[in-house]
């Protein structure tokens, strides 16, 4: 039976709607420059790829669950392969031109695969999940789903797209813990990151490894897997430095302006402090839509990709910020609803998989642009220009969509 | 499925839910700090990121003469500067002005150092540039982002270098003048005084620069101007007036001999105001005007005639016979002499002290003089014994209660001190206790010796003899203070001084300078500067009308061989002031006594400490600062 459009569920349909319209908005007024720029005209490619995204919803809401569980593992082998191919050929694009992270034939750049992999990442975690009769129970339970997520992982930091890889642990750990992970498992599991940042102080390091040890004696865990844990931990706190300096520069001197934007405000704290000046001067009510000087002027770098939600904050003011963010909430707390609601545990899965997809891109791209977390070039949802990114936000649109219909139909849309 | 049994997707959508709700409200609230609490803080930084201040030069004030002529104004001229994204795009769009503004690489290496000095302000590129260059930039306006073209006032000398040292010049405000309480307003790159009335009065003729602000994009590029409200408006540097009488100025270097060095000063007895104030060779102040040229500097400088020096106050020249009124006066004042007093030995052509024969310039001798015609013939035997009469500690400390070893005061910058000595203990520590001998009064005595005086200084102790008695010191704009320094001669010994400067005009050593069909009396006084390197050096001052004098003027040409020469400069001078036609005396061949100078006696034979002997470098001592100016033995009448 093919779901009919008014049967769509109209919240999530109807909050994607205002802020497809409030992003567009955003960005053709992010193209408007004292010196016009390419971005001037560049809502009109965004609206294509609309259109795109909207045929790509379409065709996920008319897609049966099943039929998508089935596809799974070939999307997955797909996307590996693709993302493969792209570190091989990619190539770079904008301000990241030295990353790997673009597909390009023959010259013309196709898209960004890392976008659609977090989508086929999910999808297999849901599959992987939901076909096990108990949530994982022990560290050995979650090698297969690291794995699932580790390679892609991988190839996305081999680019490098330390964003993405961010994304994607995100995802693992809420998918994970919405299957039915115990959090102590998952603090197990998250420690040896922990265990990376803290080693930069040793007395937190060290204080750090006390306390796992003492979480390890009281929770209890096979004696092979705590020492496992135990022995982790110690090898991040001994790697750290070098793997500090392993790191691009580019990627430490982000880290390094994050913690403190004006310590060379020409060069690495720019672009935070440029997007601080934007938000901050915006006020209650903002410069007005189009007419933010910081913008204007061109001292808002990224003004339609990463930094967009300056953009709203200079000119829309608190007020519109206020706006856009509940804007967001409603949209997670509807794919939440949905997710929550779903027939089986692999839509269920899809679902909150792509909540909290969108929930990581709305909360890292929102919060660098006030210095809350490090830059990393994650786009907004809706609101930055970008055609891959566009198109899996809209297949994930779809997906909820016709989890949404299959559990009306099942007789949940009352409730 | 038990882990999905809805109790527990409800137990964890309840955690889920307050998670999002958690991060979103710490981003609100992270929002609200920075969007409605630090509000101010980012708008402020907001406007300063996007305005750029230009900087509206300040014309500076005109400099007038006593009659409102002009002897400083400004010409409209054109500063290109930039306005810098950052340093690599500066020097990208310097690259690309350069062959059109004419830049190599050591000039953009110095555009680049002032940016990294202000690197938020428009930097200098061009501080002078000519109309051509201007319109020419216009038309690529485009391909030169952040380029910036101001009419900027440009400071002009109408009359060049015959005003040089008076006015003096401005250039570029150093970084060593930024320290100074002084300049601190200044701007960088501002201009400001280095010489001359210039500097002397900068302080009111430099104005306040003025402000306007443009907003800029992040890569410099001018967008529009910022609202007028924002705009201070600059405030011009105040007027100043001075003493000077630019026609008399003109006429003094029009009659100035030429190709020759020297300076002549015309000043008011009665109130010390300068009337004109020439020094030869001069220079042109206009080439300073947007940064002089390397090799025109390096011409001024390395120049032999030193052009960039001020004669009137900044060289010192033995008085030489000038000095003669001053032993006169100190005489007259300590009541040793009266105007028909007769010194014991007449003149033979010469007068033996001790075992020297220390000569008259007159070798056939003046015979028996009174003081009066003694100054008239100038005779130097005369001198010799009034010098001994008044005694040496006496003389130097009247001279020095007179001002022979004070600077005047005059308002202008890098006046010297006259070299004089301060009192017996400068000839102990110059030849050594009991080297010396009091021949040192007989050189004294006739203007020689120990003695360096600035023509200003000379001027004003004339100054002193044609007023009442009291010091006016000169100056160009304001009286500076006022020492009260008086003659201590009472007005009959005064006329009487007067009278026998008459002498030397009509019939004494400048007779035949001074003849305007009779209506003028000139009084003066020669004298010849003994000079070790050359040709002396002439001197002459003179005031007229005698009775009642409206002007002093004084003049001292180097290497004019002796006072005789300089007095027709003076007494034209004079006779223009006063409106006398003039033209006659320039025909008027002078008759002057045939001078022999007395051969060089030394005052100590065989030691002469090498510190007081100038090296024979050939090099004027007139151009020493130093207080080595002290000559070898005198020659002189």
């Known amino acids: ?415 | 499925m038990s882990s999905f049994h809805p109790h527990l997707l409800d137990r964890r959508l309840r955690v889920a839910r307050a998670v999002v709700w958690a991060i979103m409200g710490l981003i609100v609230v992270v929002f609200f700090r920075t969007q409605i609490l630090e509000h101010g803080k980012y708008r402020l930084q907001s406007e300063l990121n996007r305005l750029r201040p230009i900087t509206l030069p300040a014309p500076r004030g005109l400099i007038m003469d006593r009659n409102g002529k002009v002897l400083a104004e400004n010409v409209p001229g054109y500063t290109v500067s930039l306005l810098p994204g950052d340093q690599d795009s500066l020097r990208a769009v310097l690259r690309r002005l350069a062959p059109l503004v004419k830049l190599d690489e050591a000039e953009i290496g110095r555009v680049l150092t002032r940016y990294r000095r202000a690197p938020y302000l428009p930097v200098m590129v061009l501080p002078n540039a000519k109309f051509e260059l201007v319109s020419a930039l216009e038309e690529r306006r485009v391909i030169f982002p952040g380029l910036l073209i101001q009419p900027e006032p440009k400071r002009h000398y109408p009359d060049s270098s015959l005003v040089a040292h008076l006015v003096g010049y401005v250039g570029e405000v150093t970084e060593a003048e930024r320290g100074q309480r002084r300049f601190t307003g200044v701007r960088l790159g501002g201009l400001v005084g280095k010489d001359g009335l210039e500097r002397q009065y900068d302080d009111s003729l430099r104005g306040a620069d003025g402000v306007r602000f443009v907003e800029v994009s992040a890569l410099g590029r001018v967008v529009r101007e910022a609202g007028a409200a924002s705009t201070l408006a600059p405030v011009s540097g105040q007027p100043l007036r001075t003493t000077i009488d630019l026609d008399l100025q003109r006429y003094v270097a029009q009659i100035f001999p030429a190709g020759q060095r020297g300076a002549v000063l015309a000043l008011n007895p009665n109130t010390g105001e300068i009337l004109a104030l020439y020094s030869a060779p001069g220079f042109d102040p206009n080439s300073f005007v947007g940064g002089i040229e390397a090799a025109t500097w390096r011409r001024l400088n390395e120049s032999e005639s030193h052009p960039l020096f001020d004669r009137s106050i900044q060289a010192r020249y033995p008085p030489g016979s000038t000095w003669k009124l001053a032993v006169a006066a100190i005489a007259l004042k300590r009541g040793l002499v009266t105007f028909h007093s007769h010194m014991p030995i007449p003149c033979r052509g010469g007068l033996q002290y001790g075992n020297r024969f220390f000569r008259c310039w007159s070798a056939q001798g003046h015979g028996d003089l009174a003081l009066a015609d003694a100054i008239a013939q100038s005779c130097d035997v005369f001198f010799y014994q009034l010098g001994l009469k008044i005694g040496l500690s006496s003389l130097l400390e009247e001279a020095n209660g007179i001002g022979f070893h004070t600077r005047t005061g005059v308002d202008l910058p890098g006046e010297i001190t006259p070299e004089f000595p301060t009192g017996t203990e400068y000839y102990d520590r110059a030849y050594g206790p009991r080297r010396w001998t009091s021949a040192v009064t007989l050189n004294l005595a006739i203007g020689q010796g120990e003695n360096a005086q600035t023509l200003v200084n000379m001027v004003r102790f004339y100054q002193m003899l044609a007023s009442d008695g009291h010091a006016r010191p000169p100056f160009l704009v304001h009286p500076g203070p006022n020492p009260n320094v008086t003659l201590g001669l009472s007005p009959d010994q005064l006329a009487g001084l007067r009278q026998a400067m008459i002498s030397v005009v009509e019939r004494g050593t400048a007779r035949g300078a001074g003849r305007f069909g009779g209506t003028i009396t000139i009084a003066g006084k020669t004298g010849t500067a003994q000079n070790p390197h050359g040709p002396d050096h002439g001197w002459f001052i003179g005031f007229a009308p005698a009775d009642k004098p409206e002007i002093v003027v004084g003049a001292i040409v180097e290497f004019a061989r002796e006072g005789p020469y300089v007095a027709p400069l003076v007494t034209r001078v004079i006779g223009h002031y006063l409106g006398v036609d003039t033209t006659l005396a320039s025909h008027l061949r002078i008759v002057l006594p045939t001078d022999s100078a007395p051969h060089p006696v030394p005052i100590l034979p065989g030691v002469v400490p090498e510190d007081t002997v100038p090296p024979d470098t050939g090099r004027m001592d007139t151009t020493r600062t130093d207080t080595t100016n002290a000559t070898p033995p005198p020659r002189d009448r």
Not at chain 1, 79 to 108: D, K, N, P, Q, Y
Not at chain 1, 303 to 309: P, V
Not at chain 1, 341 to 355: E, K, N, P, Q
């Open chain 1, 1 to 415: 039976m093919r779901p009919r459009l008014r049967e769509i569920d109209k919240p999530l349909a109807g909050v994607v709607v205002v802020l497809v319209a409030y992003g567009l908005a955003t960005l053709y007024s992010a193209g408007q420059t004292d010196v016009p720029t390419f971005v001037a005209t560049i809502w009109h490619r965004q609206t294509i790829w609309l259109a795109i995204g909207a045929a790509a919803m379409f065709f996920m809401f008319g897609l049966s669950p099943r039929l998508l569980e089935w596809a799974t593992p070939y999307a997955y082998a797909i996307t590996v392969l693709v993302l493969l191919f792209t570190l091989a050929m990619g190539s770079g694009a904008g301000t990241a031109a030295s990353e790997r992270s673009w597909i390009t034939i023959a010259g013309v750049r196709l898209g960004q695969p890392a976008e659609l992999a977090k989508l086929a990442v999910i999808l297999m975690l849901a599959r992987w999940l939901a076909e096990r009769r108990e949530p994982p129970a022990t560290l050995r339970d979650l090698v297969y789903p690291c794995v699932i997520v580790g390679v892609p992982i991988a190839l996305v930091v081999l680019q490098p797209d330390l964003g993405s890889a961010i994304v994607f642990i995100a995802i693992l750990f809420a998918m994970l813990y919405w299957a039915g992970t115990k959090p102590s498992l998952l603090l197990l599991l998250g420690s040896p990151a922990i265990g990376l940042v803290l080693a930069f102080s040793t007395a937190a390091w060290g204080a750090w490894i006390i306390l796992l040890f003492g979480l390890l004696l009281w929770w209890r865990p096979y004696v092979w897997e705590g020492l496992t844990i135990m022995l982790a931990n110690i090898v991040m706190g001994v790697v750290a430095v070098p793997f500090w300096r392993r790191l691009a520069p580019y990627q430490q001197n982000r880290l390094l302006a994050f913690l403190n934007p004006e310590v060379d405000p020409r060069a690495t704290g720019w672009h935070v402090l440029q997007s601080k000046i934007a938000i901050g001067s915006g006020g209650f009510l903002g410069k007005g839509f189009t007419a933010g000087p910081q913008k204007r002027l061109a001292f808002l770098p990224a003004q339609h990709t990463d930094f967009i939600f300056p953009v709203v904050g200079e000119e829309l003011g608190f007020l519109g910020v206020v706006i856009a963010l509940a804007l967001f909430v409603f949209l997670v707390l509807s794919l939440l609803r949905i997710a929550r609601r779903a027939t089986d545990a692999f839509s269920s899965l899809c679902v909150f998989g792509i909540a909290s997809l969108i929930f990581s891109h709305i909360v890292e791209n929102v919060g660098m642009t006030v210095n809350l977390l490090p830059i990393t070039g994650i786009p907004l949802p809706f609101f930055s220009y970008g055609g891959s990114f566009m198109l899996a936000c809209s297949l994930a649109v779809g997906i909820a969509l016709r989890v949404a219909w299959e559990s009306r139909q099942s007789g949940y849309a009352e409730l």
